[in-house]
């Protein structure tokens, strides 16, 4: 079965400062597609990165990155010069051939 | 180009009940996928429909059913509503592929008193 795990339910970060979220998963597939997606407070779900399993550069969205290790399954999210409007769940999700799959999410808050 | 649409935002409904939830993908867009958000357990995937036909399913139990138009609008059912069904119910929509990027539209709260 495909999980995706995210072990830091809560984080904070001060603005400006860089930070970075853990997300692990498990699968036997060779192709699939690893996503970052945020959930501010009361507002819409809307993706923040996305890497293609296949892929070994690492993606990158102006402040966000990750770090991709397919040996290790692991796909972190890096958010740089960190903004108030960053405050948010942050959902990591994997999708092979089938139905999507979230972690439980991670509520990062930036303080001023 | 227009957002994902979920009507209704909000509401409320009564053990017993039966409730109907709707969502109107990106247009153009040809799948949509349903999900339930709750605080103890997550996003958890409902099922997910791909030109009017049921793709792939979640493990939720038979009171839960979808059904997709043909211009790509779904409807999500639940009968028989029980405490445990409130939550927010996310729809997404994706041009097709399996591996597309999910937009998301803002959800229905579903409240079961």
């Known amino acids: 079965a495909q999980t995706v795990t995210q072990s830091q339910p809560e984080m904070s970060v001060q603005e400006a400062e860089t930070v970075t979220l853990s997300c692990t998963y498990d699968?036997?597939?060779?192709?699939?597609?690893l996503f970052w997606y945020k959930q501010p407070p009361s507002r819409q779900m809307i993706l923040v990165i996305r890497?293609?399993?296949?892929?070994?550069q690492n993606a990158t969205e102006n402040r966000f990155s990750v770090n991709f290790q397919k040996a290790a399954k692991s796909f972190s999210l890096k958010i740089s010069d960190s903004q108030l409007g960053d405050t948010a769940m942050y959902f990591c999700a994997f999708t092979g051939h089938n139905d999507m799959r979230f972690g439980a999410g991670t509520r990062l808050t930036v303080k001023p | 180009k227009a957002g994902v649409t979920q009507t209704p935002r909000y509401l409320i409904k009564t053990r017993g009940q039966q409730v109907t939830l709707s969502c109107s993908p990106i247009s153009g867009h040809r799948s949509v996928s349903w999900y339930q958000q709750t605080p103890g357990q997550g996003l958890q995937f409902l099922f997910e429909?791909?030109?009017?036909?049921?793709?792939n399913k979640g493990n939720f139990p038979g009171r839960f059913s979808g059904r997709q138009f043909s211009n790509s609008r779904s409807e999500m059912n639940v009968s028989t509503l029980e405490l445990g069904d409130s939550a927010l119910y996310l729809c997404a929509s994706t041009p097709g592929q399996e591996t597309d990027t999910q937009y998301f539209g803002p959800g229905t709260r579903l409240t079961v008193l």
């Open positions: 699968t036997s597939e060779n192709n699939y597609y």
């Open positions: 429909y791909f030109s009017e036909t049921q793709r």
């Open positions: 890497q293609e399993a296949y892929k070994q």
